[in-house]
T-cell receptor
Framework: EAQVTQNPRYLITVTGKKLTVTCSQN?????MSWYRQDPGLGLRQIYY???????DKGDVPEGYKVSRKEKRNFPLILESPSPNQTSLYFC??????????????FGQGTRLTVV | DAKTTQPPSMDCAEGRAANLPCNHS???????VYWYRQIHSQGPQYIIH???NNETNEMASLIITEDRKSSTLILPHATLRDTAVYYC??????????FGAGTILRVKS
């Protein structure tokens, strides 16, 4: 089954304690991205990756890092989390379709609370 | 980034067609229009996308006006499980999906 898997699903942590949210896809997609979703602000892109070792900033990259050492994995790293990073996070991987454009597959989400 | 405008909410009777409108007057000629939906706080789910022609798949139909300034997503026979937030989305730099506030569709029995 085609899927994007995020872990953990829920996480409560303290300010300043480094954490990593993992994301893995089994569809051999080149393009992967991270979004955060906040009430009133919708979904905003944090980082994206067009292929292995190729990453770039999205709209809200401050306080986050990513890496893309393998095609299937795209972890999101918070080196020093702060309360304003409390949010619902989604990882997505995308493929180009035969008619043009893309189709994105999203993970189940990670609800992060930083206290 | 292409901006889209949708009504904040709509109601639909179960079994009837749900027609969700979207304005995207700033979309450029080679940008696709995408529709996704999000049920509760699950990950967004792809529905359909198009460029100029109308499109249909097993989930929905997409009608795009000739001037490409607006489109309508049609769920032909809405069920209670179609209650969700529906996003009409344009593309941004780097294949980014530019989400707006979406339309809350409530399907009622």
């Amino acid at each position: 089954e085609a899927q994007v898997t995020q872990n953990p699903r829920y996480l409560i942590t303290v300010t300043g304690k480094k954490l990593t949210v993992t994301c893995s896809q089994n569809m051999n997609h080149e393009y992967m991205s991270w979004y955060r979703q906040d009430p009133g602000l919708g979904l905003r892109q944090i980082y994206y990756s067009m292929n292995v070792e190729v990453t770039d900033k999205g709209d809200v990259p401050e306080g986050y890092k990513v890496s893309r050492k393998e095609k299937r994995n795209f972890p999101l790293i918070l080196e020093s989390p702060s309360p304003n990073q409390t949010s619902l996070y989604f990882c997505a991987s995308s493929s180009f379709t035969s008619k043009g454009g893309t189709e994105a597959f999203f993970g189940q989400g990670t609800r992060l609370t930083v206290v | 980034d292409a901006k889209t405008t949708q009504p904040p909410s709509m109601d639909c009777a179960e079994g009837r067609a749900a027609n969700l409108p979207c304005n995207h007057s700033t979309i450029s000629g080679n940008e696709y229009v995408y529709w996704y939906r999000q049920i509760h706080s699950q990950g967004p789910q792809y529905i359909i996308h198009g460029l100029k022609n109308n499109e249909t798949n097993e989930m929905a139909s997409l009608i795009i006006t000739e001037d490409r300034k607006s489109s309508t997503l049609i769920l032909p026979h809405a069920t209670l499980r179609d209650t969700a937030v529906y996003y009409c989305i344009g593309e941004g730099y780097g294949n980014k999906l530019v989400f707006g506030a979406g339309t809350i569709l409530r399907v009622k029995s």
